[in-house]
């Protein structure tokens, strides 16, 4: 996998890639998970060159068992403010050379987590990748799986460089569908850790306890290994840390975290910033794509939103609308790139300003085209997969925020981690659109009548070129012939009846 892996980077010198996910999570019931991935197969990527965006059919370069092979020009843009490298890059950055698409109907299974495992330096025999059971991880309200990989310096002058590869999964448990709130590894990945990778540096495990004693009441068992306090962003959180180390050399390790007192009020933090799309409209001719961005801060948030509409929805730049209550807001910056058929989907990217605590609309009208019958899907009256628009900003604070700092690679650049600001990508529905469709069972309706009146034509017709009708004389016969044959029948079975006798 690893070898797969670096030829594609060898080829096509490729600098960022990105995740595959399935499910939607709302970040509206939880208050410690904030960016919500993308709830389809989502890939991005820079070129060293500007180089054609296709995925070989070559066996070795299908890392995650995906269907990467449906990434084309015609599903694919190069934006120019959503994505920028996150690593070491010239300093004449062109966003020509990045390519972005998305897969909304991709289901992500247990065939994309195999060839995931096996780019682990243990597989799954070893370490917290003991902890990766299928029959688990894919019971959960949301999971993701991504690989990432960047250059990044090794020195602080950068004379030089590395190729990082990183390997995430985000999973989301729900936990109010169970009275019992008491939690372990056991309980959610059906078996406790195994061991340690011998050929890792660190390997612990992070739980963020700052909701314990206030939110919640429940007891790690074991204790920790030690406890960090964070401060990042304004926002104090108290981690336990777990040195797989130190636990795992007596046996198979567990965390459980017993609760006691059970929590009645739910305080319900809402995050900095949400966003929502949907469709407006009746019939399968035109229609209007909404998307509502939330503020709930005090102060103004500037955000990039990035839509990738599909060629087969054809959209009109004039009739777009940005609005905020009864007040229109003028976009502060727009790129627009008007789709073509069947060779590249429409690219429209603005930057927003959200004025505090408000809720921002967005809205563009958008036709239906009538498809060739080749292109239409398997049950094509399902309809067809749009994939979300993406949210970019740069939040003030860090409340509810949990991602990692640009500069940073594990989960411990992000203790003590105060910036500036906080970047967060946010992915909005995926919308299910219902175009123009053909009656597909017409064809076989049509053959079945055809069949069945060339069946009832085909039998009298038949006898009627086939026999010849012939009229049959009626002659009488006469009282001598009966009594004759009366007589003959009377003595013929007599004689039968004598030789049964004699036999």
Not at 240 to 250: I, P, W
Not at 341 to 368: A, G, V
Request: charged content about 20%.
């Amino acid at each position: 996998m690893i070898r797969s892996l670096l030829l594609i980077i060898g080829v096509y010198l490729l600098k960022n890639t990105s995740a595959l996910s399935n499910n939607y999570y709302n970040d509206s019931f939880d208050e410690e998970l904030f960016i919500k991935p993308l709830p389809s197969g989502h890939v991005y990527a820079y070129f060293q060159f500007t180089t054609l965006w296709h995925i070989p059919k070559d066996p070795d370069y299908r890392l995650l068992c995906a269907s990467l092979n449906f990434v084309d020009p015609s599903n694919s843009l190069s934006p120019e403010y959503s994505f920028r490298p996150t690593g070491v890059h010239e300093k004449s950055l062109n966003s020509s050379h990045l390519r972005y698409s998305s897969l909304p109907r991709e289901i992500v299974c247990t065939e994309n987590l195999t060839p995931f495992k096996k780019l682990l330096p243990c597989d799954s025999k070893k370490g917290l990748a003991t902890l990766l059971n299928s029959a688990y991880i894919y019971n959960t309200n949301y999971h993701s799986i991504g690989i990432h990989f960047r250059t990044v310096c090794r020195n602080p002058s950068c004379t030089l460089s590395s190729l990082e590869l990183r390997q995430t999964i985000s999973l989301v448990y729900d936990a109010m569908a169970d009275e019992n709130q008491d939690w372990s590894l056991r309980k959610l990945f059906g078996m406790g850790l195994q061991g340690v990778c011998p050929l890792a540096t660190l390997s612990n495990i992070y739980i963020d306890t700052g909701t314990n004693q206030t939110v919640h009441t429940y007891q790690l068992s074991p204790p920790p290994t030690a406890t960090i306090l964070s401060l990042r962003g304004g926002q104090q959180d108290k981690i336990a840390v777990y040195d797989n180390r130190v636990h795992t050399s007596k046996g198979i390790f567990n965390i459980a975290a017993v609760h006691k007192k059970l929590r009645t009020n739910f305080i319900n933090y809402p995050s900095i910033l949400s966003a929502n799309r949907y469709i407006i409209g009746y019939g399968q001719e035109k229609g209007s794509l909404v998307t509502k961005l939330f503020n709930n801060h005090w102060q103004s948030i500037d955000v990039i939103l990035l839509e990738n509409i599909p060629w087969y929805l054809s959209v009109y730049l004039h009739t777009m609308k940005i609005t905020q209550g009864n007040e229109i807001i003028k976009p502060l910056l727009l790129r627009y790139l008007s789709g073509r058929e069947r060779q590249q989907p429409y690219y429209l990217e603005l930057i927003i300003r959200l004025p505090p605590h408000s809720i921002t609309k967005f809205s563009i009208e958008m036709e239906y085209l009538f498809l060739k019958w080749q292109e239409y899907p398997p049950d094509a009256n399902h309809g067809f997969y749009m994939g979300p628009a993406v949210i970019t900003a740069l939040l003030p604070i860090a409340r509810n925020y949990t991602g990692l700092p640009i500069d940073g690679s594990t989960i411990t650049s992000s203790f003590n981690a105060s910036r500036n600001g906080y970047l967060v990508q946010l992915r909005t529905e995926t919308i299910l659109i219902s175009l123009p469709t053909p009656d597909f069972s017409m064809p076989y309706n049509v053959i079945c009548l055809a069949c069945t009146a060339v069946a009832l034509a085909f039998g009298p017709l038949h006898n009627i070129s086939t026999k010849r009708l012939v009229l049959k004389k009626n002659t009488k016969v006469g009282w001598k012939d009966k009594i004759t044959k009366a007589i003959k029948s009377f003595f013929s079975k007599r004689k039968s009846e004598e030789k049964e006798k004699e036999d």
